[in-house]
Each structure stands twice: as C-alpha cells, then as structure tokens.
C-alpha cells in the first residue's frame, strides 16, 4: 500500500563508531553507515538485507533516534532525530523489535507488557486496556494474555513484543533481525504479523534480515554493503542480480539460482524468480 508520502528520510546519512581499546582509548573509527541517502513511503514494506557488519542495525537504530548521526540527516514523519525536543515523538512513530525477544519483555503476565508502552506514554488507563485488547487481537496472541512469557514460544514471545510496539500506535515498525533466533515456525509467525500490519493495519514495514525468502512480499528491498546502500528495488528486480547478491556475501534462494542456471544454460526463463510455485508455472509454459 502507498499513499505517496514519506515517513523516513535519511539525507547522507554517516555513522561513525569510536573503537577503544581495553583502556577506554579511542583507537580509530569504523564508519558502520556511510552516507545513505532514503525514503520510506507512509504504509510501505522494505526489507534491508546485508550480510553481518553491513550496517542495517546501525542503520536502523537512526531511525528510532537511538543514535544520531555523525553526517548528515534523518527524518521521522518530519521531526528531525538530532533534535531531543522531537525523541519521544520520534520513538512513539517508530518502534523498533529487536533480535533477542527475552531482552524485551519486561511483564511477568504478557497483558501487561503489552501495557507498559502506553503506559510510559501516559495514555489513561481505560484506553490502555482498549489498546492491548487491540493489539493482542491483531497478534492472534488473546489466548495467552494471562500467561507468563516466559512459557511461550520464540514466535509468541516475538508476537508479545510486537503487540506491545502495536499498542503505542507507532506509524512504523522496525524489525531488526527479529526472526534471527527463531525456529522455521516462529519465523513464519512473526513474518506473517508483519504482513497483516502493513496490510490491514497500514502500518509502514522495515525488516531487516538475512533470511532472502522473508524478503519476497517487500514492496521494495535495500541491499547494504559495508555500510553503503548498494542495490534496491522490487524483490524480482533484486533477485535478478544473483552474482551481484553473492559477491555481498548474502545467500540467494535455492529456486532462484536453479531458475537463473537454467536460464543460463538456454531455457527460456525470467529472472528474478522467487518460488517453487512461480519456478513451475514457468517451466510448464515452456513444455
Ligand atoms: P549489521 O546490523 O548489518 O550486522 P551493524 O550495524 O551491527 O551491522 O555493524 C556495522 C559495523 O559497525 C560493523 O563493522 C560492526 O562491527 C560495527 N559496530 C556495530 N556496533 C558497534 C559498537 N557498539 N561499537 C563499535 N563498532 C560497532
């Protein structure tokens, strides 16, 4: 869904770490973002993939004004995040999931941590409530409301953390790596709660991984390399480039480097294919 407005501008965006050595020196630099220019669209989904080190966390910690840049610019909604007057606002409009879903929860009953966010934000308690009974619904977790999180899966306790960046009304999530600790079940779980947000919800996507088949519903994908913006575009366009994709050290999907050595030996198919499914449809109107 695009609505044609931008949510997220970075202009030139650089990020510069200070390495230090055992003794607190500073050492030198890495420069973990290095001028990235961006726009995300109000209700877009974009994926950023990016072998490790590449840059998509440093990135991505930007744009919920958790860090600031070294050159350059980033806006949320507007707001420019090197203001502090504009942080909380910033943070209310971007939330952001992060890898490890036992480092986020923070309630012992997953109602309640679903409420603290809203809670911070000093929404009245009545509307707390409507706003975690909303975002439990929305994550399909109702069920497990009184349990502890502890007891749930990687997938639930991802869904628990979402629903509790979804009860503070954010226009945009960040996913950062959010499936990486995830089993193939959770991993589809949390993916297919991205999906219903940006679809039903509206709300704008970024998802960052390393996973290339979470990245096939993207309305666009960005490719970052040693902390540059190296690629973009649809997911077909991108999957297109196999030997480009390889020589960032990112891991392309199975059926898409079937379809592309087919292709290369003469059989007349696309590039860019992306499922078994489409991989077939292809070849039986070869047949
Ligand atoms: P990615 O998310 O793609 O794995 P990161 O943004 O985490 O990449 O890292 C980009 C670069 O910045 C890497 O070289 C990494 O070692 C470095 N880096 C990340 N975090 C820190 C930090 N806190 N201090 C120093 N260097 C860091």
């Given amino acids: 869904m695009k609505i044609g407005q931008e949510l997220i501008q970075t202009k ?5 770490y200070i390495r230090r050595d055992d003794d607190g020196n500073a050492e030198g630099v890495t420069r973990a973002v290095d001028n990235v220019t961006l726009n995300v669209e109000k209700g877009e989904f974009i994926a950023i993939l990016g072998a490790n080190g590449s840059g998509k966390s440093t990135l991505a910690k930007h744009i919920n004004a958790i860090l600031y840049p070294t050159e350059g610019k980033v806006y949320v909604d507007g707001e420019d995040t090197s203001v502090e007057e504009n942080i909380i606002s910033i943070r209310q409009k971007a939330g ?3 890898q490890n879903p036992d480092n986020q929860i923070i309630g012992n ?6 409420g603290f966010g809203p809670e911070n934000m000093g929404v009245p308690t009545k509307e707390i409530w409507e706003r975690v009974d909303e975002a439990l619904k929305t994550l ?4 497990f409301r009184k349990h502890s999180p502890n007891k749930l899966s990687g997938g639930q306790k991802q869904r628990v953390a979402i629903a509790g960046v979804v009860a503070m009304h954010p226009q945009c999530i960040i996913l950062d790596e959010s499936t990486a600790m995830l089993d193939p079940k959770g991993r589809k779980e949390v993916i297919r709660a991205a999906r219903a947000l940006n679809d039903v919800e509206k709300i704008t996507i970024i998802l960052i991984t390393h996973y290339m088949e979470e990245v096939i519903y993207a309305d666009r994908v960005l490719v970052m390399d040693k902390g540059r913006l190296v690629m973009q575009g649809t997911p077909k366009q991108v999957f297109s480039m196999v030997e480009e994709l ?10 898409t480097i ?9 059989l ?4 860019g294919i992306l499922t078994e499914d489409e991989l077939l449809h292809e070849l039986q109107k070869i047949r």
């Fill in 96 to 98: 952001m999931v992060f």
């Fill in 268 to 271: 007349p198919l696309p590039e």
């Fill in 140 to 143: 399909g977790i109702e069920e």
């Fill in 246 to 255: 390889e020589s960032y050290r990112l891991s392309v999907p199975q059926v």
């Fill in 258 to 266: 079937l379809a592309h050595e087919l292709r290369k030996a003469g």
């Fill in 109 to 114: 009953v997953v109602e309640e941590d679903v």
């Fill in 12 to 16: 030139q965006l650089s990020f510069e």
